[in-house]
């Protein structure tokens, strides 16, 4: 019976722990990790980007709509004041004769 040498299983072997390295795979694994992490925070950067730059353009539309909202305002503000007046009077023209004993024959506002 021969005796059968293996020399190259030792360097097989070592190869072998090399590849299953805990210490090489800890650090592919954070590797992956922090560039996971590095995409997700360019992605978000990039987000928070748009949402600035759309509020820039809003605050400036903003600018130049303002002063005519408040012209518009003041235009429409006699008209809501004439008609909320008109209403409180009919509302009280109606509780008063719904209230009243002896209700008036007629009623003229105008």
């Known amino acids: 019976m021969a005796l059968h040498l293996n020399l190259y299983h030792e360097i097989k072997k070592q190869a072998v722990q090399r590849q299953r ?3 090489k795979l800890g650090t592919y694994g954070i590797v992956a990790v922090v560039g ?6 360019f992605y978000r950067v990039e987000q928070v ?7 820039v353009k809003l605050q400036a539309q903003w600018r130049m709509a303002e ?9 429409e503000i006699p008209e809501v ?15 008063f004769y719904v ?4 209700p008036p024959v007629h009623w003229s506002l105008g």
């Open 36 to 41: 996971i992490l590095l995409v997700y925070y």
């Open 21 to 23: 390295d805990p210490l």
């Open 81 to 95: 004041t004439a008609t909320m007046i008109f209403l409180l009077i009919d509302f009280a023209c109606i509780v």
């Open 49 to 55: 980007g748009v949402v600035t730059s759309r509020a």
């Open 67 to 75: 002063p005519k909202a408040k012209d518009a305002l003041l235009l």
């Open 99 to 102: 209230s009243s004993p002896t």
